[in-house]
């Protein structure tokens, strides 16, 4: 009996962390190609206070990023606004900011938003998505480590993941841009 537990419990792990690299797959392919449609109305801001006449999501560079948020948790936590503006500054001398990061913020509390933006001195342009459209029309994975995409110039994703948050995602998304010569 006691050599049947430690059998049955690294049976039961190893089939959890094979259904998990399954799902994770099929989540992939799932998305991979698949296009990100945007709000009609969406306006960027910095500290969520200030307009900006930032470029238009339906543009067409080679590649964007889409970030999403959505205020469940600890945004700051979630979003860790210091390494997307490390990210943001190798992109852009690896690419001459030629890439395009749009952050989707989901929140209706806008004076915690611009606290955490002005806490952070982060004044990459961000849009303020109070309704969740952004989420309504895609229906995103419900674990927020999905919530971020480089899409390509026709909208569609190509890779998915966070690359501030996971450094093989991140050699990917390098991997794409040091294809891309501006």
Not at 63 to 79: P, R
Not at 120 to 131: A, G, L, M, N
């Amino acid at each position: 009996m006691k050599t049947l537990i430690p059998i049955l419990l690294l049976s039961l792990t190893l089939s959890c962390q094979f259904n998990r690299k399954e799902d994770l797959s099929r989540l992939v392919a799932t998305w991979t190609n698949r296009e990100i449609v945007f709000p009609e109305a969406a306006v960027f801001t910095t500290y969520a206070t200030d307009t900006v006449a930032y470029p238009d999501v339906n543009m067409h560079p080679p590649y964007k990023v889409v970030i999403y948020a959505d205020s469940l948790g600890c945004m700051s936590c979630k979003m860790q606004l210091d390494k997307w503006k490390s990210f943001i500054q190798e992109v852009d001398a690896l690419t001459n900011s030629q890439i395009p990061f749009l952050f989707f913020m989901d929140t209706r509390d806008i004076s915690e938003m611009k606290h955490i933006l002005r806490r952070e001195r982060f004044s990459h342009p961000v849009c303020i998505d109070r309704k969740s459209d952004l989420n309504r029309l895609n229906h995103f994975p419900e674990n927020p480590s999905f919530h971020t995409f480089l899409l390509d110039h026709e909208n569609r994703v190509k890779l998915i993941g966070n690359p501030v948050h996971n450094a093989a995602i991140k050699e990917l998304y390098l991997v794409e841009f040091r294809g891309f010569v501006p």
